[in-house]
């Protein structure tokens, strides 16, 4: 009652936690009143990376080869591969296994975030976060990436600075960041470009997503690349990724805070239409609506990619959170 006595115009999500993501989104929507970015469903999807790594592939975007592991169950794929819990960000729980004898303690790690694990083929390459935004008109347009330099995998440190208990330290974002450990935008060429912009633009469709979608991607060795995971959230900031990658984009508009701004209009807007407003073209393709929780529903089922894109045409999020 409180919050409809304040008559919002648009609410903007801030929380990073799960009900932050789900709960609390989907009880604005309820009392119509407009979000900036992606709705409850949406996010909820997301967190779950078995689902919605099982959505995009099924719409013909290319992902690694996965098994969803429950207590008890162990990798039926051979090593080198890369065990992370199925909901959580950041990089928690995320260990590369290079080889066998290391995968009882890296499945215990994982274990001890979540009740089930993803275990994702490794993809040995190069790693790369891409972001789309949506235009006014509806279009897509694909931000500046970023290429992350790397050993091997992303790790939480990678991503949040922490004290000797595990705590955030007061600059974490900051802090956790090296000079010459990333680049924007990305040294790619033109056909992996345009081999990404495809594969994002069908995800951000097929999962729904709204305003924005972020991605983190892996590349191999012939330019193919591969979605890891997606990272819906996006609180804005001067550090968070997409204000950052829109920095580079030339546009004017796209500057920080303008895009922020821009997406605040829309919003507004956006409840002034939504009685009128379906979305009918996704619906010659799966989606999230009709795929979620139809794949790894059970045991050790297990899903390939698809083809690639070109056949078939968390908080670093504002710490560069969620993904190998």
Known sequence: QAIVELAPAVCVPHMFCLPGMTTYRAIF???????????????????????????????????????????GDRPQMSPPFVLKPCNEDNSRGITLVRKEEDAAAALEYAFSFDPRVVVDEYIAGREVRAACIEEADGTLTVLPKIEYFLTDIRTSAHKLQTDSSGKLTANAIKAAKQDGDRQCPADLSPQLHARIDTMVKEAHRVLKCRHYSLYDLRIDDEEQPYI?????????????????????????????????????????????????ALDASAAAAPTADTLSGSVFSDGLERQSSGPTSERSSTEEEDSDAAAH
Request: hydrophobic share 45%.
């Open 29 to 71: 929507d309820a009392l119509h009143i407009p979000l900036v970015g992606n709705d409850a469903g949406t996010m909820a999807l997301s967190t779950n990376k078995a689902q919605s790594r099982a959505v995009v592939a099924a719409a013909g975007v290319r992902v690694p080869e996965a098994e969803l592991l429950r207590k």
């Open 228 to 276: 890891l995971e997606a990272a819906l959230f996006c609180s804005f900031s001067p550090l968070s990724v997409i204000p950052a990658m829109a920095e580079h984009s030339g546009r004017e508009d796209l500057r920080h805070p303008g895009l922020f701004h821009s997406l605040l209009d829309r919003a507004a807007a956006e409840r002034r239409a939504r009685p009128a």
